[in-house]
């Protein structure tokens, strides 16, 4: 088969498509015929040699896919070969073919069209896991998404209207500001016009966010604090804006507030806090909302796969809205 490699840590350019061994399915793993994969910022950032994949993942690039079944390994129940699946990786996704385990697949919904469904596993179990699993969110919270205009952040406005949250988000561009109104955001926030702490304060009368979805780190540690509501939770998943912060321990106890930071791709295949307790909570509760319509994917632009290299610089300009797909095309 043909991937996706990296020469060495670099630009877009060290990227190539290249002849590799197909992979073999091991115990509680099935083989994909990949149909498309996703670009994150993640992959950006394994390329550049700052994200090495966890101890036995693939080296190959791509957190996420969709594809059909082709082969199926030993212990693996209720997936057949020919099943239509998207699934969430460790690795291994900018490919023609990739194992993955079996607890880590999501049935495609009939009518929904299976390259798009490659944008869908990561942002789905980012959000869920974060906004819901950890912290509760339900009607009635405010609920502010930072990069409202990016992948997560466009699959999080959804997913929080359709809990009937009110949404705030930040974004850079008028554009990306216009995406998250047509998606259900309420509060709209220009982050390079305005301070999204005192405009947060004005729209929801002084309350603040109950939760907060953060993808900066450092650079928004203090002003999150100061967005928080009372008894208000703070999620960081993204370190955008620098890796080590100050906290004003005295803001934080004033409000009992909470700060999590969590990760997805570092989680166990299976147990407790698992790769595959988070997709059994997505296919039981987010997945119906995708299979009705009410969360959609996001896709920006659709690229073969031999443009990674286009595909990666895109999303490094910050001009993308919702997420980049990279089709794999079929002989």
């Known amino acids: 088969m043909y991937a996706i490699t990296i020469s060495e840590p670099g630009g877009p350019e060290v990227m190539s498509w290249t002849e590799v061994p197909d992979p073999t399915p091991g115990p509680g793993e099935v083989v994909l015929d990949v149909a498309a994969t ?36 030993p212990d693996v129940r209720g997936w057949q070969v020919g099943d239509r699946v998207a699934a969430l990786l460790a690795g291994g996704g ?18 929904l069209d299976l390259r798009a469904a490659a944008s869908l596993p990561e942002v789905a179990c ?23 205009g990016g992948g997560i952040g466009t699959h999080a406005v959804q997913v929080g209207r359709a809990l009937g949250a009110r949404v705030a988000v930040t974004a850079g561009s008028t554009v990306k500001l216009e995406w ?14 305005s301070d999204f702490v005192e405009v947060l ?30 008894d208000g939770q ?38 407790p806090s698992s ?11 987010l997945w ?10 996001i896709v920006h632009a659709e690229l073969p796969i031999t443009e990674a290299r286009t595909a990666h610089e895109m999303l490094d300009s910050a001009d993308v809205v919702g997420k980049l797909v990279l089709a794999v095309a079929k002989d």
């Open 94 to 111: 900018y490919a023609e073919k990739v194992a993955v385990p079996a607890t880590q697949l999501l049935p495609v919904p009939e009518g």
């Open 234 to 271: 703070l999620v960081i998943i993204g370190m955008q804006g620098g890796y080590a912060g100050e906290l004003n321990i005295a803001k934080l106890l004033a409000k009992r507030g909470r700060i999590l930071a969590t990760g997805l791709r570092g989680r166990p295949v299976k147990g």
């Open 275 to 285: 790769k595959a307790a988070v997709i059994a909570a997505v296919r039981d509760k």
């Open 180 to 193: 998250c109104a047509e998606l259900g955001a309420e509060i709209l926030i220009n982050y390079r016009e």
């Open 288 to 297: 119906p909302l995708v299979r009705d319509g009410i969360v959609q994917p």
């Open 201 to 230: 304060r004005e729209a929801t009368g002084g309350h603040g966010a109950d939760v907060i979805l953060d993808n900066m780190g450092a650079s928004y540690l203090d002003r999150n604090i100061d967005a928080l509501a009372p």
């Open 38 to 73: 996703a670009v994150n910022r993640a992959d950006l950032l394994q390329r550049r040699g700052l994200y090495p994949p966890p101890p036995g993942a693939s080296d190959i690039l791509g957190l996420e896919c969709s594809g059909v079944i082709t082969e199926i390994g």
């Open 126 to 148: 980012t959000v869920w896991s974060n906004l819901v699993m950890e912290c509760g969110l339900h009607a009635g919270r405010v609920l502010l998404v930072h990069g409202g």
